[in-house]
């Protein structure tokens, strides 16, 4: 049954603690993303990648960071330097990053730092 | 990018036909016109996507003028699991999923 899973669904995590929130694929798609929603708002794009081993910065990747060092592999970290860190974060992919193609968003992860 | 414009939300019966128009000005020759629909607490997921005219599949169609500078998303006699956040996004082809904006949608509560 192909999909794209992340996980844990709910994260809780102390301030000041680096946390990894995991995206995993077998639609042999190329390109992966990572969205932030917070509550009432649209989606804002954290990281991208359009190949194993490449990845963009998107709107507001500061405080995140990103690896593909796979291609149905693609972690979020969420830092301690990201000053607001709670939020539902969700995972993305396509089979490539062609703005005509269709992509498959995971379940998310609602992440809370207390 | 076009900037689009959605209502904030909207109201419906169940049997309804609901119709959520977006508006984009500044649509770019090469724009498409795509519709996500997301549930609360899940990942949004595609529903239809158009350059022109009118497109319909098994869920939704997807009617747009010829000017092109609105669209229409149509939903045939809605159910209550219809109740959603239905997003307009309008960008340019081949040039990345990345750079399509998800503005905060239009809130779609469907009534008993």
């Known amino acids: 049954d192909g999909g794209i899973t992340q996980s844990p669904k709910y994260l809780f995590r102390k301030e000041g603690q680096n946390v990894t929130l995991s995206c995993e694929q077998n639609?042999?798609?190329?390109?992966m993303y990572w969205y932030r929603q917070d509550p009432g708002q649209g989606l804002r794009l954290i990281y991208y990648?359009?190949?194993?081993?490449?990845?963009q910065k998107g709107d507001i990747a500061e405080g995140y960071s990103v690896s593909r060092e796979k291609k149905e592999s693609f972690p979020l970290t969420v830092t301690s330097a990201q000053k607001n860190p709670t939020a539902f974060y969700l995972c993305?992919?396509?089979?490539?990053?062609?703005?005509?193609?269709?992509?498959?968003f995971g379940q998310g992860t609602r992440l809370t730092v207390v | 990018l076009a900037k689009t414009t959605q209502p904030i939300s909207m109201d419906s019966y169940e049997g309804q036909e609901v119709n959520i128009t977006c508006s984009h000005n500044?649509?770019?020759?090469?724009?498409?016109i795509t519709w996500y629909q997301q549930f609360p607490s899940q990942g949004p997921r595609f529903i239809i996507q158009?350059?022109?005219t009118k497109v319909t599949n098994e869920v939704a169609s997807l009617f747009i003028p010829a000017d092109r500078k609105s669209s229409t998303l149509s939903l045939p006699r809605v159910s209550l699991s219809d109740t959603a956040v239905y997003y307009c996004?309008?960008?340019?082809?081949?040039?990345?999923?990345?750079?399509?904006?998800f503005g905060t949608g239009t809130r779609l509560l469907v009534s008993p």
């Open positions: 993305a992919s396509s089979i490539d990053t062609g703005a005509d193609t269709e992509a498959f």
């Open positions: 639609l042999n798609h190329d390109a």
């Open positions: 990648s359009q190949i194993v081993n490449d990845f």
């Open positions: 500044n649509i770019a020759t090469n724009d498409y």
């Open positions: 158009g350059y022109k």
């Open positions: 996004l309008v960008g340019p082809m081949n040039t990345g999923f990345q750079k399509l904006v």
